[in-house]
């Protein structure tokens, strides 16, 4: 089993930047997906940004630019750092884990944090 810890949420002015984290513990993550997913209110979760290896980041088109994952392999910790944050950012952040993830629908990841929220005012 895996368990995964999000923290770093709050609220932010849009423009501003937040640093949201997931620790796992359970296994070494390292040949695994570590990514993160939001949902907003009434709508569908939807991908952010994922990665395996240092070479192999992916994100999605509303955050390309903006947001950048990384890992500490050694710490089994996955981050996702926002900056130029937008009212349309807002939303509770999950952390996920996942073997592939080719399409990277959320149907992929296996294992999921208990989310974390962000809340980007205008």
């Known amino acids: 089993q895996v368990h995964l810890v999000e923290s770093g949420g709050g609220l932010v002015q849009a423009g501003g930047s937040l640093r949201l984290s997931c620790a796992a513990s359970?296994?070494?993550?390292?040949?695994?997906?570590m990514g993160w997913f939001r949902q907003a209110s009434g709508k569908d979760r939807e991908f952010v940004a994922t990665?395996?290896?240092?070479?192999?980041?992916i994100y999605a088109d509303s955050v390309k630019g903006r947001f950048t994952i990384s890992r500490d392999f050694a710490r089994n910790t996955v981050y996702l750092q926002m900056n130029r944050l937008k009212p349309d950012d807002t939303a509770v952040y999950y952390c996920?884990?996942?073997?592939?993830?080719?399409?990277?629908?959320?149907?992929?990841?296996?294992?999921w944090g208990q989310g974390t929220q962000v809340t980007v005012s205008s």
């Open positions: 996920a884990v996942a073997t592939f993830s080719v399409f990277h629908s959320k149907n992929e990841y296996a294992y």
């Open positions: 990665m395996r290896n240092e070479d192999e980041a």
């Open positions: 359970g296994r070494p993550l390292s040949a695994y997906y």
